[in-house]
């Protein structure tokens, strides 16, 4: 007789590491677990976390609290929390929260049957151990209809920007082996897959401290050259490490697309000191002008943090005189929040919240009016989009993405799903691009090529 499977619930806070570390998790716990997507039917509960912001670990808190009935109702659910909130508070987060069963690190993934097993049996479980090695990634498979996915390549970071938590929680970068790495995006591209977004917190020093040091631009050629593959992305790129190769694998590899997504953080060379960023202003802006040389038309976005320690009203002007100058497309801008263990949270000039949220409000209508231009400018031009679901504000619209990283949406037959369309834009909205479909240019159309692909399997995220 064959027992059915238990349920397994994730709720996935934070980047898209964070995102393909819960894919990880349900495969690992495939075999016992099937994922659901209603909380109230879990058996195994988990909370991927991130801490890089106080705001993110906040939630967290606030989500443990309020399950506090659902654990009581059903007593034998098992409640877990994996990532990082849990590699920083390990013990700790047990005492604040008595319901909990398991805490469990970025290495812990790896052991989850195990760890999941012992809490089953009554353990209360913490296991955060930072081992530098990375452990065998089961053989990963794809369910039909797959034509999106992200493969983490490294993990871990040395560079210890003195605001951030992650070289804490994470800990020290390690690749891994380029082998593995190039036969799990042939498997899916053999599979039908047409997209992979290559993870990391540093990608562009992957390959150090392998026992054969390969560079990331050679990975990505290795990568370019697997048949079927026609998206290849990669996030998240640190600004003194992008090579010159790089740069020139935006002008010669098909595959890749034309985004970047290139943090800079601040355009004040005083304030990219005190992060220990590695780089100026002037730097930064030498390497826009090589990447929009070697590939005229490439979309950058950035992450911004506004209210660093001892950020002037003059450090925060350069700011915005940078983002003009580089132009970007997209930016994700925060303001700063002190986090335990890092140097930037011992400053003594610590920045008023008013002035933060003041400087935060200016800046990210700096960026509206440049991503406004941004897409004016595609207005007219027809563009090649992957077609990844339906529109969540208009179901009877795709939505779908283009190279350069934009959402656009529009009207289309019901097979576009998974393939790559050809889209003429017609309206350009803040957030979003409207077009008009090509008929009769939709190609590589995965999602049909398999039985039992609906429309509602995918949907597109709109930011
Ligand atoms: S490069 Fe800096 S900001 Fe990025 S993960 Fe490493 S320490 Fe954090």
Not at 172 to 197: C, K, M, N, Y
Not at 391 to 412: A, D, H, M, Y
Request: net charge positive.
């Amino acid at each position: 007789m064959v027992w059915p499977k238990r349920k397994l619930y994730i709720r996935t806070f934070g980047c898209q590491m964070n995102v393909a570390d819960s894919e990880l998790m349900a495969q690992i716990l495939g075999e016992q677990y099937d994922l659901t997507a209603r909380a109230e039917d879990a058996d195994l509960f988990l909370i991927n976390t991130c801490a890089i912001r106080r705001k993110s670990e906040e939630k967290v808190k606030s989500l443990l609290g309020s399950l506090k009935p659902l654990k009581r109702a059903r007593p034998q659910l098992i409640l877990g929390v994996g990532g990082c909130v849990a590699q920083q508070e390990g013990e700790r987060l047990l005492a604040f929260a008595p319901h909990l069963n398991l805490v469990f690190g970025a290495k812990g993934i790896y052991r989850l049957p195990e760890l999941v097993d012992r809490a089953a049996r009554g353990e209360r479980v913490v296991d955060v151990a930072m081992e530098r090695d990375l452990p065998d990634l089961p053989h990963r498979t794809w369910s039909p209809g797959t034509f999106q996915t992200m493969v983490t390549i490294m993990r871990g970071c040395d560079n210890f920007c003195s605001f951030c938590v992650v070289p804490y929680v994470r800990g020290r970068e390690t690749s891994r082996e380029p082998g593995a790495i190039v036969d799990e995006v042939a498997a899916f591209a053999a599979a039908g897959g047409l997209e992979v977004t290559l993870l990391g917190q540093n990608v562009n020093s992957y390959g150090r401290g392998l026992p054969e040091p390969m560079t990331f631009p050679q990975l990505l050629r290795r990568l370019d050259a697997l048949p079927g593959l026609r998206r290849l992305r990669f996030a998240t790129s640190h600004p003194r490490d992008l090579s010159p190769e790089l740069v020139n694998a935006f002008g010669e590899l098909g595959s890749l697309c034309e985004h970047l997504h290139l943090p800079v953080q601040s355009g004040a060379n005083r304030i990219l000191q005190r992060m220990n960023r590695g780089y100026t202003r002037e730097h930064y802006l030498e390497k826009v002008a090589a990447l929009k040389g070697a590939c005229p038309g490439i979309a950058l976005s950035t992450d911004l943090i506004v209210g660093f320690p001892g950020e002037t009203e003059a450090d925060f002007l350069q700011t915005l005189d940078l983002m003009r100058e580089a132009g970007f497309d997209q930016a994700f801008s925060f303001k700063y929040s002190p986090r335990p263990q890092t140097r930037a949270a011992t400053f003594p000039d610590q920045v008023p919240e008013d002035v933060k949220a003041e400087r935060l409000a200016r800046l990210q209508a700096l960026q509206d009016e440049l991503t406004r231009k941004a897409h004016a400018r595609l207005v007219g031009r027809e563009q090649e989009v992957l077609v990844e679901g339906r529109s969540k504000r208009s179901p009877q619209e795709w939505c779908g993405r283009l190279r350069t990283n934009q959402v656009v949406n529009f009207i289309g037959p019901r097979e576009l799903l998974g393939s790559l369309a050809r889209v003429a834009i017609t309206e350009a909205h803040p957030h979003s691009l409207k077009g008009r479909w090509v008929e009769g240019s939709s190609t590589c159309n995965r999602a049909a090529e398999r039985p039992g692909t609906s429309p509602r399997e995918v949907s597109c995220s709109e930011r």
